[in-house]
Structure formats: structure tokens, C-alpha cells
């Protein structure tokens, strides 16, 4: 079983950064794609950022384009959300996900809490 833990998250002003890390534990694998979702207060889930492991092919929203930028650890099975010019809008909680044994984002971490304060 694959557990995935995030860190990093936490209180900053707009303009500022954060970076996000997940970090996979237990009977680890590498996953095919990892990713980094987000859900607001009162709205539902969305996807932010994704990247194959093989390869490094990333995709992201249009709203955190040119802000956010997802890398992955070349010596663990981790991966990072450097998000910078933060906007208030930008506060949720974020997961990470990943997928490991299927197309589908089968791995879920439990979330950081990210607020922006304008």
C-alpha cells in the first residue's frame, strides 16, 4: 500500500511563495503521472498541475500558468509544487495524487492547507 504525505503548506501574503512537497511511503512504486489538485472553500475539487514521471512531460490550469511549476525528486519517489505570486484565489487545500497502478489518480495524500491573504 502507497501512502503519499504533502507538506508545505501554510499562511502567506499575496505576492509571496510556497512550495509543496508529497513525499510517497510504503510499498512504493513510481508512478506513471503525478499530480497536485486543489479544492476552495465550497467548491469542488479541481486539477492544478501534472507531470509524467518518464519522460517529465508537465501540464497545467491556465490560472496557475507562468506561476506554478512542478518538479519531481530525482533520487525518491517525491515531487514539488513551487507556486510563486500567490493570489488570494489560490487559497485551498491541495492534494497530491498519483497515478500508480491504473489511468486514473488511484493514490491520494490528505491534503495542506494553503491561504493567501490579500
Known amino acids: 500500500q502507497v501512502q503519499l504525505v504533502e507538506s508545505g503548506g501554510g499562511l502567506v501574503q499575496a505576492g509571496g511563495s510556497l512550495r509543496l512537497s508529497c513525499a510517497a511511503s510504503?510499498?512504493?512504486?513510481?508512478?506513471?503521472?503525478m499530480g497536485w489538485f486543489r479544492q476552495a472553500p465550497g467548491k469542488e475539487r479541481e486539477f492544478v498541475a501534472a507531470m509524467v514521471w518518464s519522460g517529465g512531460t508537465k501540464s497545467y490550469t491556465d490560472s496557475v500558468k507562468g506561476r506554478f511549476t512542478i518538479s519531481r525528486d530525482g533520487a525518491k519517489t517525491a515531487w514539488y509544487l513551487q507556486m510563486n505570486s500567490l493570489k488570494p484565489e489560490d487559497t485551498a487545500v491541495y492534494y497530491c495524487?498519483?497515478?500508480?497502478?491504473?489511468?486514473?489518480?488511484?493514490?491520494w495524500g490528505q491534503g495542506t492547507q494553503v491561504t493567501v491573504s490579500s
Open positions: 495524487a498519483a497515478k500508480m497502478r491504473t489511468n486514473t489518480y488511484d493514490v
Open positions: 510504503g510499498r512504493t512504486s513510481i508512478p506513471h503521472v
